[in-house]
């Protein structure tokens, strides 16, 4: 089955407030991790937005930014109204156990965002 294959973490907390590095996650015993950031209905504007971006770190304890040729797929900078819910996938091509997703807010915004961490690619499979 599909959903022994991969595990899904919170990476960051659904919230309209949310500001910060967020829950990092551990890549031990999974080849692969994507995060899915997805972003409610909004009214942004270039003063009023929220933006994301990958960090990584081998102690859990001093991150650094993930270079970009380590990341497939791009983060948004959302700036724009959002009528509907949108959704962005990143994917993390480094080799560091442990990354996260901070988020940034800026301005009157309050916006529900949340990002979910997909592990995937296990070692030893089914993934409880």
Not at 44 to 71: G, K, P
Not at 74 to 80: E, W
Request: charged share 20%.
């Amino acid at each position: 089955m599909l959903k022994e294959r991969f595990k899904v973490v919170v990476a960051q907390e659904p919230a309209a407030t949310a500001t910060g590095n967020g829950n990092s996650v551990d890549r031990l015993g999974f080849g692969k991790v994507t995060f899915v950031v997805t972003v409610g209905a909004f009214t942004f504007t270039t003063s009023n937005y929220t933006s994301f971006e990958m960090e990584e770190s081998d102690d859990n304890s001093t991150f650094s930014a993930v270079d970009a040729a380590s990341i497939k797929g791009t983060f948004p900078k959302v700036q724009k109204t959002i009528t509907a819910s949108e959704v962005a996938k990143v994917e993390y091509l480094g080799k560091k156990r442990y990354v996260r997703c901070p988020q940034t807010k800026n301005g009157t915004n309050t916006a529900i965002v949340c990002v979910h961490a997909i592990l995937g690619d296990p070692e030893v499979a089914p993934v409880e």
